[in-house]
């Protein structure tokens, strides 16, 4: 597919290069010189410097040709102008990412499908959408739902209370014998596994579930953790994310917010009813100590720097917050997080992609998600009549090591897969796969 | 670290191409009933062995290539495809000697031309098709077509494209650098084919035309024939190998542009404008000062003259006719043309025509800034700024150049060389030409030079084709440091 992104920032910069490492023909456009070298020095992509709402320089990038124009530059005014230009000069579909929850709100959407502009996205409104799941589900590191919640993944790690230590997958499916949820992946450091029948769970595994809605209480009890209640939630960092997810909690919970800009905390306290906004510096033990720290469920670090969200969110951790949640942009971080015990990481770059891989298109894959920290891929396959997919049950499939048929949805409804389900046309199927089982997966649903 | 590993998977790799290359001249063996068909096929057999085994015992390692590794490889690829490539010649007889063979097999690849043979018709055809053929490999590079057809990891394919392709910035014609590659061998082989069918019109031999349009296309100078294209005494011949070596000349990202109707690239090329200009210049003022003192007619002196200057501005080096006899003005004019070479991104060596462009407006504009010392004037290039640092990096290419040259022309010297004929045979082999001045001049070869300075010379037709800094870079205690 050919794609050209617009502004290679920190979302750009990452949806470049895992786009283009999956094959696909990527130019990117941006008007500065040393994002353009960073990036082609580092992927295999085009690069043109210059403005992406310069019609020339667009033409240059053969837009006409283009099957996706991506407009992530950080300038909300340029991504719109970029998008509504590329889709005039003849691209297939356009999308902008947009700073403003005024333009996302599903009453404005007409305005912006009448100027061309097929999908905005602002990462910042979904990354406050995902720190709000995280805190109502407070046992789960990470939430993924697929088709409406239809199923989900859940991530949950391994302490060693948990009575599924040392157990083997097939002690466990013999012990519970349930048909509500499936594991699909362990990550066990830096190493993604996805699981057979003789795989033991240890302690800090961080273990991938899927599961039909009915399902999540009952793992949560297995598991041995229930979840949480959560009252009471201190963000660190009235930033976007910041400012909206302390929205989105307000009516339900008590929301404390530090801020260390002045002019912002006005700010803040003007638009947030509920929430106490303080003024202080976020890395001030003090601060947090007088701000009763210890009684706090939850612990929300999102400022603009990763370091501090991190030594933050330790810091709550060690002072017996049971919930922290921190932002870490740094894709290269996400990994390392994990080893040294935080609870649940929010990337901006990541959902951004995760939106834009949406309109991807591979073989039969109708979406793909990226889960930070894993290795694993979850794609959504739908199964076409006559492929190899259909002709065997599961068990019997051969399918390949690196891969695993998670679940499926048929007639609206999720399913988990047991080793005798036969898929039949149309299912949707969920597979998680490592990037180097996907080709053989693939062959599987052709 | 350094990762050996994947060096030697794509060495050997290389190795497998090269061996199989070998192999493909044995049916003309067959056809003219030569004896060199165990020759080829024992070496050929063997490399392709070699390489699959140095492939396979390597595979599997980390695919990433960094810079430092980008460098390794192409280096030590050329060198190992030239040691085996030479294998043919020795195993065969016809050039016993391990110098001479490995000369020769140098100047094919780095498709310079310069030959050490004395009575080339009386090799046998497989060995001659070889002799062409790695011309026309070395020509567009064989790593851009290892590129092409091996699932090289792309962020690591464009260290290897930077480490070969010519000229100083590197244009991708594509997204993605496979499919780039894919498209600069299409147009190679499909033009090589053009070329072939209509030498073969013209009234060649069907031997002949493959061999002469391998090394046209390639800029190599390599022919079947003892006095090279003035054997072909037909006008047609040699208009369509002139025209196909102005096309070999250009940059290829051009070809690719009109081959898809978009013209404007083409005239609006400041590099093919000046590119041209050469050319017809130089044509023009030899064809205007033979003219008057000159028996042969107008279209023989032009064609004459026009043959002789592309060949040498677009580094092939095939001859129509002894410049050496137009008078000294002439040495000098072919001296100097030795120093121009093709385009950035053709299959042409030498300093490249944009890297003389961009000097020169640099050095005129530094008289503008003299007058304006605080103006901001910078060095424009097809309508676009061009960095600093690009234009400092063609400095220091220059100075490498020129260092180089005056180097070697000391050391051929030193060995005994005449002064001429050293700096000739230097400024040939590193321009990657072919024929020189002097002794070296179009119709003499290259079998009296000593036997240290055809590997001296054979180094610095390596260094040429690759630019000096892929060879160089190796050499610098920096590249070795942690």
Redesign the interface.
Known sequence: M?IIIAGVGDVGYHLAKQL??E?H???VIDIDEGHVEQV???????SFHGSSTSVRILKEAEVEHTDLVVAVTSVEAININTAILAKKLGAKKAVARVNSAEYVSEDNLEIFKSLGIDYLIYPEELAAIEIVKLIERSAATDIVEIEQGKLSIIGIKVDSKNPIVNMTMREIAEKYNTTSFRVTAIQRGFQTIIPSGDDTFRVNDQVFVITIPEGIEEIMKIIGKENVHIDNVMILGGGKIGKKAARLLEDKINVKLIESNTEKTVELADYLRKTLVIQGDGRDIDLLAQEAIIDMDAFVSVTADAETNIITCLMAKHLGVSKTIAQVDNVDYVPLTQTIGLDSLINKKLIAANIISRFIRRANVISAVTIPGIDADVLEYVVKPGSAITKKSVKNLKFPKGAIIAGFIRDEVGHITVGDTVFQSDDKVVVFALPDAISKVEDFFN | MINFRVIFNIVGFLLILDGIAMMLGIPFSVYFNDDDIFALLISGAGTAIFGFLLYYFTKGSDKEIRKREGYIVVSLGWIAMTIFGAIPFIVHGSIPNITDAFFETMSGFTTTGASILNDIESMPHGLLFWRSLTQWLGGMGFIVLSLAILPILGIGGMQLFVAEVPGPTKDKIHPRVRETAKRLWGIYVLFTFVEAVLLYVGGMEFFDSICHSLTTMATGGFSTKQSSIAHFNSPFIQYVIVIFMFMAGMNFSLHYYWLHRKIKPLSQNEEFRFYSLLIFGFAFLITLGLVVNSSTDLETTFRDSLFQVVSMITTTGFVTADYEMWGVFYHVIFFLLLFIGGSAGSTGGGIKVVRHLLLIKNSALELRRLIHPRAVIPVRFNKTTVHQEIVFNIMAFLLFYIAIFVFGTLVLSFIGLDFLTSMGAVATSLGNVGPAIATVGPVDNFAHIPAFAKWFLSFLMLMGRLELFTVLIIFSPSFWKK
């Open positions: 050919k283009s490492s094959e023909d990527i130019s082609s020095a580092r992927s295999d992509v085009m």
